[in-house]
Antibody, heavy 121, light 107 residues
Framework: EVQLVESGGGLVQSGGSLRLSCAAS????????MNWVRRAPGKGLEWVSG????????DYADSVQGRFTISRDNSNNTLYLQMNSLRAEDTAIYYC??????????????WGQGTLVTVSS | DIQMTQSPSSVSASVGDRVTITCRAS??????LAWYQQKPGKAPKLLIY???SLQSGVPSRFSGSGSGTDFTLTISSLQPEDFATYYC?????????FGQGTKVEIK
């Protein structure tokens, strides 16, 4: 059974940093791209970042470019999101999401339950 | 960036109704489109990928169609567990973008 378990969320002041983790199990982690998607209170889903299987290609939403860094540790089946210079508008539930294949065009077939990040101003 | 526009933003329907949600991309995305369902307090769930392929385990009352810029999600006979918010998402290019969501409510 595929499982994705996020951790690392919490309350942080504006300008601060957090590192989110996503522990994966039930599939061969290194064979799939991974992503972070967030949902702010009262808003819809927003894709944040994606990383390819070996971590060679990383993409970001314009809203987080230069502040967030996605990475992965295939030996420990874990995805990360380092978030710096946090702003109030980064307040959201952050989900990690597995890509459904290793291609460059893929969809998100499994999601974690999410971790809440609250940025106070 | 590719903008995804869903309509309607919300729909009130009864159990057994046929419900159709549309999604329009600001530029052509061929068939690189997915539909997700999200219920309150839960993670999103993939329903349809590649515009019309049904994800494993998803009931056959859900179907998707379209290509290029115009897409639809149809629920052929609405069930009580289908009341939720639905999102389209393009996978043609980065950044990936979602529609704003369509809330399906009980009439």
């Amino acid at each position: 059974e595929v499982q994705l378990v996020e951790s690392g969320g919490g309350l942080v002041q504006s300008g601060g940093s957090l590192r989110l983790s996503c522990a994966a199990s039930g599939f061969t982690f290194g064979n799939y791209g991974m992503n972070w998607v967030r949902r702010a209170p009262g808003k819809g889903l927003e894709w944040v970042s994606g990383i390819t299987t070996a971590g060679l290609n990383r993409d970001y939403a314009d809203s987080v470019q230069g502040r967030f860094t996605i990475s992965r540790d295939n030996s420990n089946n874990t995805l990360y999101l380092q978030m710096n210079s946090l702003r109030a508008e980064d307040t959201a539930i952050y989900y990690c999401a597995k890509a459904n294949d290793a291609s460059g065009k893929n969809f998100f077939d499994y999601w974690g339950q999410g971790t809440l990040v609250t940025v106070s101003s | 960036d590719i903008q995804m526009t869903q309509s309607p933003s919300s729909v009130s329907a009864s159990v057994g109704d046929r419900v159709t949600i549309t999604c329009r991309a600001s530029q052509g995305i061929r068939s690189w489109l997915a539909w997700y369902q999200q219920k309150p307090g839960k993670a999103p769930k993939l329903l349809i990928y590649a515009a019309s392929s049904l994800q494993s385990g998803v009931p056959s009352r859900f179907s998707g169609s379209g290509s290029g810029t115009d897409f639809t999600l149809t629920i052929s006979s609405l069930q009580p567990e289908d009341f939720a918010t639905y999102y389209c998402q393009q996978a043609n290019s980065f950044p990936r973008t979602f529609g704003q969501g369509t809330k399906v409510e009980i009439k």
